[in-house]
């Protein structure tokens, strides 16, 4: 059986603590893997390493760790196809998906190779006679990084790109459900001549966040993830001293207007509501139809979803592989049966002829959800996608608004007063107009508001370089014997 350790000090270090986890094959629903759970004595050794390589990382000058990162970027674009297949066999997605997921990591890599221009700061000359100020961004010390299972190759990259270019030193705890992705982007960040130490994977389980979070020598905390976990690390890793920005969960709202192509309208939601098996937090889960469309935009969803492929990735022309883990997927499919006692209408049910042997389901549509319904309320994170019909587009916007996520959301019309009144009136973090997934690219920064983020910092891009340095603000004179004076008045700039 195959057995994942961590990665401290530019190596491969075997767990000690006696407990590890399991890796599941979701295709098959059988066991590939045990990952070793980290003690609370393991990550601060980690820790330990990752402060004593800081020091040296930190003086590196900025062209030597473009460099790196330049490097880096090479090697996870010439090794895509062997990182998304451990992807797509740990989480299950399928290798095109996969293949996505890494493309849109590699943006943050390239972002990251600019941080000579990132890292500049501001000068004022002459701000009072003989006086200059000027700002300055600096590395905080030791940050980590928290991922989630539904990203194990872009997330981490969302996170480490920046924090290592702008010369901190890095602890990433992905998840124990698919580790080994983090694991082969350790190796690359060596070969990539990263000195050891300055990045390092410690696979784990709650012991391991809760000795992040209460670790004196962290400085910082990025994490994604479920709502009630964000909340639970910003405040436990504020209470302890430390900057967090914690992205949680989501309910994404599209709105599809009167005036809408539905066919356009139908093949985004469908993209976007089952790709990945729904494991996004940038899903499409809710629509809300304009009454007057629905039923035509229903029916044209249902026509799509049987030529919807569902199988192993490992089996060409599969669109939709299975979920993460049995207990995920049962609770995905209890949902789906609950829906018609809540009042809810079942159209398609995706329990029905789902592969066997793995943890499949298959796509699920469900209409006229409403609020106070399960399958409106919760984050189901799986294949189901719900439709609520809506009077107008003022009602449409007010459950969007009403609703305590503020992750994404996206409107479908042709008319673009109406579209630029939603991006005004909307508030959600990111917006998608005739876009049902609008992820910023990696020059804008990830993040939702509301219940979707814990922290006032978005991830990656310009908020990301932020979030990984401090300014410190420098005042200089150098003073002229000739006009040196004592005055013990308060300086003042005129």
């Known amino acids: 059986m195959k057995r994942i350790s961590h990665w401290v ?7 000690t603590s006696g407990r590890s986890g399991v890796v ?13 759970l980290a003690s609370a004595d393991e990550v601060s050794h980690a820790i330990a390493v990752a402060k004593a390589a800081f020091p040296a990382w930190r003086a590196t000058n900025l062209s030597r760790r473009a460099e790196v990162m330049f490097r880096m970027r090479e090697l996870v674009d010439a090794n895509r196809k062997e990182i998304a297949s451990l992807v797509s066999s740990e989480h299950g997605k399928v290798l ?18 600019g941080i000579p221009n990132l890292m500049k700061g501001g000068f004022s000359e002459q701000a009072s006679t003989g006086v200059d100020v000027y700002s300055i961004k600096q590395p905080l010390g030791v940050v980590a990084g928290i991922t989630p299972f539904n990203f194990p190759a872009m997330v981490p990259m969302w996170m480490f790109a920046n924090a290592l270019a702008c010369g901190n030193t890095f602890i990433l705890k992905p998840s124990e459900k698919d580790p080994s992705a983090s694991m082969f982007i350790a190796e690359l960040l060596k070969q990539a001549g990263l000195p050891d130490g300055c990045f390092n994977v410690v696979n784990g389980d709650k012991e391991a966040v809760d000795t992040i979070l209460g670790h004196p020598d962290i400085q910082a905390v990025s994490f994604v993830g479920s ?40 093949d985004a939601v469908v993209s976007a509501a089952y790709g990945s098996a729904g494991e996004r937090c940038m899903a499409i889960s809710v629509v809300l139809a304009v009454d007057s469309v629905a039923d035509a935009l229903i029916d044209k969803v249902k026509d799509r979803i049987p030529a919807i492929q569902v199988g192993p990735a490992s089996e060409e022309g599969n669109e939709m592989g299975p979920l993460i883990t049995g207990e995920h997927r049962d609770k995905v499919a209890a949902y789906v049966g609950g829906a018609e006692a809540e009042g809810a209408t079942l159209v398609v049910d995706g329990r029905v002829d789902a592969p066997a042997g793995g943890f499949f389901l298959k796509p699920s549509l469900i209409d006229n959800a409403k609020p106070g319904m399960k ?85 990656y891009g310009p908020e990301g370089i932020n979030f990984f340095t401090r300014s410190k603000v420098v005042t200089s004179r150098w003073p002229d014997p000739r006009t040196s004076s004592v005055d013990l008045g308060f300086p003042t700039n005129r």
């Open 375 to 459: 399958v409106y309320d919760d984050e189901i994170f799986g294949p189901v996608l719900t439709v609520t019909r809506v009077q107008s587009y003022d009602e449409g916007l007010r459950l969007i608004n009403d609703n305590q996520y503020g992750n994404g959301t996206a409107i479908f019309t042709r008319d673009g007063g109406v579209a630029r009144q939603f991006q005004f009136d909307v508030q959600v973090g990111m917006v998608g107009i005739n876009v049902p997934i609008p992820v910023p690219v990696s020059y804008y920064s990830f993040g939702g508001w509301k219940a979707s983020l814990f922290g006032d910092q978005h991830m």
């Open 227 to 266: 709502t009630p976990i964000a909340k639970y690390i910003y405040e436990t890793g504020t209470r302890n001293g430390k900057r967090v920005q914690a992205l949680g969960g989501a309910k994404n709202h599209m709105l599809v207007l009167p005036d809408a192509d539905l066919d356009m309208a139908a």
């Open 24 to 36: 599941w094959q979701p295709a098959t629903g059988e066991q590939q893997a045990t990952v070793d």
């Open 96 to 113: 095109s998906d996969a293949l996505g997921e890494l493309a849109r990591g590699l943006e943050n890599i390239e972002f990251a190779c």
């Open 9 to 15: 000090d530019g190596k491969v270090l075997e767990g």
